[in-house]
């Protein structure tokens, strides 16, 4: 699939048992699994994995992609007396 050879693979984790699973949610097919000595382990890592981090955005911005966002931030941030 042309956008996950672009913008890479965009993988979502769930367990199943002591088996962690994960699969392209693109659909192009790219997944996998990996057993874990318990299901409590597998279901820890594939909740720790599956999360998107878009809320940090702004905090946490490339250096040289969204420099202004982290400009933007750190001026606001100066501003607050911080």
């Known amino acids: 699939m ?3 050879r672009v913008l ?7 367990s199943e048992g002591d088996t962690m699973r994960w699969t392209c949610q693109r659909g ?4 996998g699994a990996k ?8 279901r820890r ?3 720790a994995f599956d999360r998107e ?3 940090d955005l702004g905090r ?5 992609g969204l420099l202004p966002v982290r400009l ?3 001026v606001r941030h100066r501003g607050q007396g911080g």
């Not at 946490?60 to 040289?64: I, N, T």
């Open 8 to 14: 890479g693979h965009r993988f979502r984790f769930s």
């Open 72 to 74: 933007a931030r750190a």
């Open 35 to 42: 057993t874990y000595p318990s299901a409590a382990a597998a």
């Open 60 to 64: 946490r911005a490339p250096l040289v």
């Open 28 to 31: 192009c097919g790219a997944g």
């Open 53 to 55: 981090d878009r809320a």
């Open 45 to 47: 890592y594939a909740t």
């Open 2 to 4: 042309l956008r996950c």
